[in-house]
């Protein structure tokens, strides 16, 4: 507790004070001027003490053991004129002299507000100041505190709002005795034993008070100070922006309309500022709500739209050029725009900063046409990009920078990486026969591209290899001595090759006239009566000869062929007939009337041609028949000799006269077994190898083939007569005969001489008839 007196001094108490010893009282300051006002100033842990008199303010700071005391100013107030402000203002000492009000902090003197008269009252509250004024009219007072004032004396009350720079109210009052702020209102006491009570508006009201003054600033301020939210101080920059476009002051109005964004629509300002007059304040406000990040595409495209109208270039530039934490606008639309309005350099800075590549490259090739900059561009892309930019813009690179575009797409179908990227160690490449199309004006590229492709890639696709083919066949047809012969081989190699495809080779090499690679490829896939047909074709007489006897062994119908067609010349061509003939008299290819009525088509071909070729085939056919008869002969007498065995086996007797055993070769010895085909054994010999006592082990392996035979003959005996029948019964004959010849119908019999044996026991002796199989041959 501080106590001022009238002599200057202040007395602190610290402590109990009910209780004398826990108490403790001291004279904290002494001087010869009254004190007129003392306030306590606590921030923190720290209390300073602020004294007043007539003459100076001082500040104690209580917190220090030694008291230690600052003098502020050397001139003091009147009593009740000094006040402190509240904790929120950082507790500011007031003091009110008669020409100016001072605010104080602990150790200097702050701020000073210029407030004329003679003061009799000054207090704080809620952030405002009560200053009580003597009126200038009222006669001047005798002494200090004199309380002698006539009833007619008006003292002015006004209330300052400090930090927004008002007066909240203003009003004459009779002799006041003090103002007291209690319950959120201000009273005022006055010593006729009156109260006036001041109730503060709320904001709200106060802010339409200033509306209809059209006081903006101060509204603004007083919002601002209120802690209104930023819904509220938007309608209020609105309100000031459109009070400031009314008056003409567009800039001062679009400063107002930019702190709106966020709260209002953008086109509610846009719509005021299009006129062209007013670009560069509609630009700002553009800018601005970009910097906020609020802007869409169509603000994006009417900024740029302003900048291109203005001229402006270093704003085009600063605008693009920010970084992304400063500016966000869509890339794309400005590209869009920037390109509509012939700023193609500025177009291509966005697209290659945010890595649009099909913009940059159209700008590049369409607009600017600098191919070798696009080119250059693709080549540093990832593989995907650089892929489909090539099929797009492939044609357009290959027409003005060949050499550069077929480099390029070497790279990309082989093994690609983008250039400067020398971390990327994976590697694509495309499929070449894609990008053939590209070429489609540039043979040479193209036939160094493919070169290159089957030279690094054997297994490139089958396009590669057909285009390829393709062009070195018309190289060939167009080209003179001495290079056609090299071209010539170059193209068969690549006949050559696996990767050609049999059908599209043969048709280049037929549309070329390419003889060499024609018959290469009908040798290949065996077509030799093509080969033969293109010699006749050509009349290559010589070729046709020759051609019957590289391929005849494998299609012998080629003599046949060759023979007909030397038939319907009616050139003289006897030497190329004999030497048919020749083959066909040697292979025995064609019946001899064939072969006369063949070459009776032929006016110039006389007897003389065939002549020895007919006097050989008769010779031969004599020989043949020469050979049927002898063998006929024969057959009759073996035929004839085994009847007559069969009937000497049947009426004599059989004399054994072998002395050694079949089976073991020893002497035979008693008891023996004999068998009728002249094959003896021992008993314990036949025994131990007989798997029948009427057969001899000698001959049973054959013996047995002969039955089988037979009984399959006797199983298909009557075969014949049913296949006839549903054979002519049936639509489908093929089917019948495929399922016969399944079966093995048709499969020949072999004849076999060897007949079964007799067999004798001791001197008993057993007939067994000599079976004889005849060879049967079965037609259908």
């Given amino acids: 507790m501080a106590i001022g007196f009238t002599d200057g001094s202040v007395v602190l108490t610290k402590g109990d004070i009910t209780r004398d010893r826990h108490s403790k009282t001291l004279t904290l300051h002494e001087g010869t001027s009254p004190v007129t006002g003392l306030a306590f100033r606590q921030v923190a842990k720290v209390t300073h003490l602020f004294v007043a008199t007539l003459e100076k303010v001082h500040c104690y700071t209580l917190s220090i053991k030694e008291y230690p005391k600052v003098e502020l100013d050397t001139h003091g107030c009147a009593l009740r004129c000094s006040s402190l402000t509240d904790p929120s203002q950082d507790s500011q000492f007031i003091v009110a002299g008669d020409e100016c009000v001072y605010l104080y902090q602990p150790d200097e003197r702050g701020p000073c507000f210029a407030f004329d008269g003679h003061k009799l009252l000054a207090h704080w509250h809620r952030g405002y100041l009560f200053l009580l004024i003597r009126d200038a009219k009222s006669p001047n007072k005798t002494e200090f505190g004199s309380r002698e004032n006539s009833p007619s004396d ?33 009273y005022i006491l006055t010593r006729d034993g009156k109260m006036f009570v001041l109730q503060e508006k709320d ?8 509306f209809k003054k059209n006081l903006f600033v101060m509204a603004i301020n007083l919002a601002k100070s209120q802690h209104l939210d930023s819904d509220g101080l938007s309608e209020i920059f609105r309100q000031y922006g459109d009070h400031l476009y009314l008056k003409g002051d567009h800039d001062g109005a679009i400063q107002q309309y930019i702190r709106t964004i966020g709260k209002l629509e ?11 007059q007013r670009i560069h304040n509609l630009t700002a406000y553009l800018q601005a709500l970009h910097r906020q990040s609020l802007a869409n595409a169509d603000h994006t495209t009417l900024l740029l739209n302003c900048y291109t109208k203005l001229k402006d270039s270093s704003k085009l530039e600063e605008f693009i050029k920010s970084s992304e934490s400063e500016v966000h ?16 350099s500025h177009a291509v800075f966005l697209a290659e900063k945010h890595m649009h590549h099909e913009w940059y490259l159209k700008i590049q090739l369409e607009d600017l046409k600098n191919y070798q900059e696009g080119l250059r561009y693709i ?3 990832p593989f995907e990009q650089a892929e489909s930019n090539m099929k797009r813009y492939g044609k357009t690179l290959m027409h003005h920078v060949p050499e550069g575009t077929t480099l390029l797409l070497k790279g990309l179908c082989t093994n690609y990486q983008p250039s400067g990227d020398t971390t990327n160690s994976c590697h694509f490449h495309a499929n070449s026969e894609e990008f053939i199309p590209i070429f489609a004006n540039n043979p040479r590229e193209l036939k160094a591209f493919l070169e290159h492709m089957i030279e690094v890639e054997p297994r490139s696709p089958q396009g590669v290899y057909d285009t390829l083919l393709e062009l070195r066949l018309q190289d060939w047809a167009h080209e003179q001595d001495p290079r056609k012969k090299v071209l010539q081989g170059e193209a068969v190699s690549l006949l050559r090759s696996d990767n050609t495809v049999f059908d ?34 050509n009349e290559e007489y010589g070729k046709v000869v020759e051609a019957c006897k590289r391929y005849g062994d494998q299609e012998g119908c ?3 062929q060759a023979l007909g067609y030397f038939a319907r010349k009616e050139e003289d061509c006897k030497t190329y007939i004999s030497e048919v003939l020749h083959h066909i008299d040697q292979n025995n290819l064609m019946p001899p009337l064939l072969v006369v009525q063949t070459l009776a088509h032929n006016s110039t071909a006389t007897l003389s041609v065939i002549k020895d070729y007919l006097i050989n085939k008769l010779q031969r056919e004599s020989q043949q028949i020469e050979d049927d008869e002898r063998k006929i002969r024969q057959y009759r007498e073996e035929t004839a000799h085994l009847r007559s065995e069969i009937q000497e086996l049947k009426t004599s007797a059989k004399i054994f006269q072998k002395t050694k055993c079949n089976m073991c070769n020893s002497p035979l010895e008693l008891p023996s077994v004999h068998f009728l085909c002249s094959h003896s054994f021992h008993q314990h010999c036949f025994e131990s190898y007989a798997e029948s006592e009427a057969e001899c082990p000698t001959c049973t392996p054959e013996n ?3 039955m089988d035979m037979l009984r399959a003959q006797d199983q298909k005996r009557d075969l014949h007569d049913h296949f006839n029948r549903q054979l002519r019964s049936s639509n489908d004959g093929f089917s019948v005969v495929a399922d016969y010849f399944g079966r093995g119908v048709f499969n020949k019999l072999t004849l076999v001489t060897d007949p079964p044996g007799s067999k004798t026991v001791g001197n008993l002796e057993v007939n067994l008839q000599r079976d004889l199989l005849i060879h049967t041959k079965r037609n259908c």
Avoid at 203 to 210: D, F, G, P, Y
Avoid at 266 to 276: E, M, N, Q, T
């Fill in 266 to 276: 953008p086109s509610y300002v846009i719509r005021k500022f299009l006129d062209a």
């Fill in 329 to 344: 606008f869509d890339v794309e639309i400005a590209i869009k725009v920037l390109r509509q309005a012939a700023y193609h």
């Fill in 154 to 186: 008006k003292q002015l009350l006004t209330i300052y709002d400090l930090d927004n720079k008002f007066i909240a109210y203003s009003a004459s009052f009779d002799d006041v005795i003090d103002v007291v702020a209690e319950w959120g209102s201000f």
């Fill in 504 to 537: 599209k080779a043969l048709v280049l090499c037929q549309m070329h006239n390419f003889k060499e690679g024609v018959l290469y490829l009908y040798e290949k896939g065996k077509l030799y009566q093509q080969i033969m047909h293109y010699h006749m074709q």
């Fill in 379 to 381: 080549g540093r892309l």
């Fill in 704 to 706: 047995r083939k002969v």
């Fill in 558 to 560: 080629l003599w046949e």
């Fill in 203 to 210: 904001t709200q009201t106060k802010l339409e008070m200033l």
